[in-house]
């Protein structure tokens, strides 16, 4: 089949790239180097859209949360990433949580079975020199394309470090001591949540400050960490209330044996369909294998656990997009390459794929001869593209989840609790003037539709 388009990377970013050009009559090569002999520090399979962290795509609340907001746009737009994580949900209260072996299954399923996608099992060292193309390899980019896209961009990659939770067998958590519950009792009982008095909390603590680390190379010292996926132990660093504030808070959870909040609480969240698998929220980590092993056993609830997998830490890299990139994600020094995903800067799973969706859509308006103008900020989509792609300083360039603090600020007045509506609403009218102005093949975003 010879291609009309190039996708290089077949993560959230190149998997939904794809299949938005290849619904719209456009012929992909989609190059994957997984399969190909190659993989990255932190995939374990060959399956396109593999998640290497949280199973979590976050809220799905449309009414009052950027993320879940992000998720109508992207569903009434055809995404393939949000018909494949709708149909392997998992329960996880009010947030959207997938079966990741049956949501990458399903979406190498779907972009294999397309007649107009080929899949190449290869890996790309170089950006190619003409024809349509857009990079989404993703923040693990191969050595030999990461030095091709600084000779092009004539500008050094940015780089920083992403963590990866540990996942526990749920036979192996003691359910005499723990209790599944969400906060504040809000949806299903979707959580698992292991309790600490201040002595238990106390001695963790004091166990995350001294356990062994993995070691930095001498290139890494200076890396930043991401904000959202700090690890537990550098947490722990900033304060021994910390955790209690952060991904450890006993806020609204109410434990059954005494009626009262723990002094903290450690949530587990079902990491696939079966049930069987729940991996620790908030837990990203940098402990050696051994430590995580004998320090995470001291949590109550989980002193004999077994765990399918530990914890671990990976070298992201990411573009400084706002000076390298236009507002339709094409590189400003070689307009034929567009980049997608976590490689621009933008931070999580829907957010990869939604600008994966919108590179695509870019790309198959150019094709078809018809400019294709960017979503209006006050959109989840636009606001995102927006903050990426010029709203950002670049002197200070950091990745990030679409929130609210991207939209262009509502007017009036209203209560605190009424300006998220206030936001949803108005995204919700900006998005359906955009569809029916660019004529982008959407069905509307409604209450309903969003649910």
């Not at 903050?387 to 007045?413: C, E, R, S, W």
Request: aromatic content about 6%.
């Amino acid at each position: 089949m010879t291609h009309q388009v190039h996708i290089i990377g077949g993560g959230l970013a190149g998997s939904e790239a794809a299949w938005q050009l290849a619904e719209a009559g456009v012929r992909v090569r989609l190059s994957e180097m997984r399969g190909g002999g190659d993989t990255t520090p932190a995939h374990q399979t060959d399956s396109l859209a593999e998640l290497v962290c949280s199973n979590s795509f976050r809220s799905d609340d449309a009414e009052h949360n950027a993320v879940g907001l992000l998720h109508a746009e992207m569903r009434a737009l055809g995404s393939l990433v949000m018909a494949a994580a709708d149909a392997h949900r998992v329960p996880a209260g009010s947030a959207l949580a997938v079966d990741r072996e049956g949501f990458s299954a399903e979406v190498t399923r779907r972009i294999l079975a397309h007649p107009s996608i080929e899949v190449v099992r290869e890996r790309v060292d170089a950006l190619p020199a003409s024809g349509p193309a857009i990079v989404a390899t993703g923040p693990l980019t191969a050595l030999g394309l990461a030095e091709s896209i600084g000779a092009a961009t004539g500008a050094g990659a940015l780089a920083f470090f992403d963590a990866i939770a540990p996942i526990v067998y749920r036979e192996t958590i003691d359910m005499a001591v723990a209790w599944l519950a969400s906060r504040w009792d809000k949806g299903e009982a979707a959580y698992i949540n292991c309790p600490m008095t201040k002595e238990q909390y106390l001695a963790f603590h004091q166990a995350l400050l001294d356990g062994e680390k993995t070691a930095f190379k001498d290139w890494e010292k200076d890396t930043p960490y991401f904000e959202g996926c700090m690890p537990i132990e550098v947490m722990a660093e900033r304060g021994v209330d910390t955790l209690r504030y952060g991904p450890m808070k006993p806020v609204g959870l109410d434990d059954p044996r005494t009626g009262r909040w723990p002094h903290a609480v450690v949530q587990l969240r079902q990491d696939n369909a079966l049930g069987t698998l729940f991996n620790m929220v908030g837990f990203q980590t940098k402990l050696k294998h051994a430590e995580q092993v004998r320090i995470f056993r001291t949590i109550p609830g989980l002193e004999t656990a077994e765990f399918a997998r530990l914890g671990g830490l990976h070298r992201n890299t990411f573009l400084n997009a706002p000076q390298l990139l236009d507002r339709t994600l094409r590189l400003k020094k070689a307009s034929h390459i567009r980049f997608a995903g976590q490689i621009t800067g933008c931070e999580g799973y829907v957010e990869s794929a939604a600008v994966g969706l919108l590179a695509g859509r870019f790309a198959a308006a150019d094709l078809a001869g018809r400019s294709l103008a960017p979503p209006p900020p006050e959109t989840a989509l636009g606001a995102l593209l927006g903050h990426i792609t010029g709203g950002a300083d670049a002197a200070t360039y950091q990745p990030m989840n679409v929130n609210f603090g991207l939209f262009p600020p509502v007017q009036g007045k209203a209560r605190k609790a009424d300006r998220k509506q206030l936001y949803t609403d108005r995204a919700r009218a900006a998005f359906a003037a955009w569809i029916d102005e660019a004529g982008a093949g959407a069905r509307p975003v409604s209450r309903a539709s969003a649910a």
